[in-house]
């Protein structure tokens, strides 16, 4: 008998970790590594405080690129592609991780840099012109990073007979992919407010982030439902 269960069990369709996981887990290391020589080694007291002071923003740079990878690997285990069109995509996804981890590190620290100046006394504050451009830049990165997870499950969708998934499995594909263009259509809004919008309101472009949570509970109570029904 079928159960219901909200967190759906994975197929491991490839038990075995294959050169492409491989050499995008070095990628993922090589990103966090980045993350970590950004940070100068302390050589008093007083610099390791700075530093310490500096551990939320890096708490939260650390968390990102550890869902990106999570994302990443659970694709994988899911599915197990690695045909030429995968590799292309993969390869697009690992650039734009990898590209952005600096102006990623840059948002968090201006963004607790506004309540905790001591420990960024050398970040210079920025203009409303460079927010919005900043902002810009870091929800076309969201939109580019989330799309790429959209297309991975889409190309997954398209190989559904080849992967021998079920009814139930070719639902979930489509909810997964689903789910990514909810944060793709996030980074897309932040992107519009920081571009379209008027200058006053560039601060409120990376406000939008926090429609992740809603965007997301919004639409997992609809497809719950329709999976619900399926089941």
């Not at 102006?103 to 309540?115: E, G, I, N, R, V």
């Not at 932040?190 to 309101?201: E, H, K, R, T």
């Amino acid at each position: 008998p079928l159960c219901y269960s909200p967190k759906p069990m994975l197929p491991e369709r490839r038990p075995e970790v294959s050169r492409l996981e491989a050499f995008s887990d070095a990628a993922f290391a090589f990103a966090l590594t980045l993350l970590v020589v950004s940070l100068d080694v302390p050589q008093s007291y007083d610099q390791l405080m700075q530093i310490m002071r500096g551990f939320p923003s890096f708490a939260c740079c650390f968390a990102l690129l550890v869902w990106i990878w999570y994302e990443h690997n659970v694709f994988f285990r899911r599915y197990g592609l690695h045909d030429s069109w995968t590799v292309f995509v993969n390869g697009m996804l690992l650039f734009v991780t990898l590209f952005y981890v600096y102006p990623l590190k840059f948002m968090f620290d201006s963004m607790f840099a506004q309540f905790m100046p001591a420990a960024y006394p050398h970040l210079k504050r920025m203009s409303l012109v460079e927010l919005s451009r900043a902002s810009a830049i870091y929800g076309f990165g969201f939109l580019v990073l989330f799309s790429l997870f959209a297309l991975l499950y889409r190309h997954a969708y398209k190989r559904r007979v080849a992967l021998g998934l079920t009814p139930l499995e070719v639902f979930d594909v489509k909810m997964y992919a689903g789910h990514h263009v909810v944060s793709a259509t996030v980074g897309l809004v932040a992107l519009l407010v920081a571009v379209a919008g008027p200058l006053a309101l560039a601060p409120i472009s990376p406000s939008c982030f926090a429609l992740m949570g809603p965007g997301h509970w919004w639409f997992g109570s609809r497809v719950d439902k329709r999976r619900r029904a399926l089941l």
